[in-house]
T-cell receptor, first 110, second 113 residues
Framework: RKEVEQDPGPFNVPEGATVAFNCTYS??????FFWYRQDCRKEPKLLMS?????NEDGRFTAQLNRASQYISLLIRDSKLSDSATYLC???????????WGAGTKLIIKP | ETGVTQTPRHLVMGMTNKKSLKCEQH?????MYWYKQSAKKPLELMFV???????ENNSVPSRFSPECPNSSHLFLHLHTLQPEDSALYLC????????????FGPGTRLTVT
């Protein structure tokens, strides 16, 4: 089983729609969770941290479900500029090691 | 944005060549990282440096040799690579090695022929 699993997609979504995708992780001891965004042929950039109580940043909402060991990302009112690959990241037992998912590709269509 | 820079951006090398990748961060961070990103695969952590000391080496073949002369610069020396080493090599930095918010450079696209 992969340590961090994501549906690779692509998710093809019309502009303005709401889209959500999940990421599952295998290490129940993981403490910190993040979503990074990577545009085509660019480097990853931190999108948001995922807190136990869930958190919202504008159109983006992140949730953590420890019991089922997954995190989710919801994007409301999607924009063309949201097209990117979204990478789920989880910390391993040692704080500095990030375990990366392979990413979910999102394509927003006009 | 020029927080983390990498050179060269593209590199084609033969299996017998020796080359080096350079990374520089202008953020005053204490930790720097080398990652390998292959198509449709997760980022693979290769090396971690904290305050110029290597703190992690994830079973990387010896044909990859890192060097961290100071907290702002990181090198990856390459020699006798294999075609399967072709990938995007990303450098990142963070405030400290315990910080998960990492800032990435644009990467070096490496092709081994």
């Amino acid at each position: 089983r992969k340590e961090v699993e994501q549906d690779p997609g692509p998710f093809n979504v019309p502009e303005g729609a709401t889209v959500a995708f999940n990421c599952t992780y295998s290490n129940s001891a993981s403490q910190s969770f993040f979503w990074y965004r990577q545009d085509c042929r660019k480097e990853p950039k931190l999108l948001m941290s995922v807190y136990s109580s869930g958190n919202e940043d504008g159109r983006f909402t992140a949730q953590l479900n420890r019991a089922s060991q997954y995190i989710s990302l919801l994007i409301r009112d999607s924009k063309l500029s949201d097209s990117a690959t979204y990478l789920c990241v989880v910390t391993a037992d040692s704080n500095y090691q990030l375990i990366w998912g392979a990413g979910t590709k999102l394509i927003i269509k006009p | 944005e020029t927080g983390v820079t990498q050179t060269p951006r593209h590199l084609v090398m033969g299996m017998t060549n020796k080359k080096s990748l350079k990374c520089e961060q202008h953020l005053g961070h204490n930790a720097m990282y080398w990652y390998k990103q292959s198509a449709k695969k997760p980022l693979e952590l290769m090396f971690v440096y904290s305050l110029e000391e290597r703190v992690e080496n994830n079973s990387v073949p010896s044909r990859f040799s890192p060097e961290c002369p100071n907290s702002s610069h990181l090198f990856l020396h390459l020699h006798t690579l294999q075609p399967e080493d072709s990938a995007l090599y990303l450098c990142a930095s963070s405030q400290d090695s315990g910080f998960a918010e990492q800032y990435f450079g644009p990467g070096t696209r490496l092709t081994v022929t």
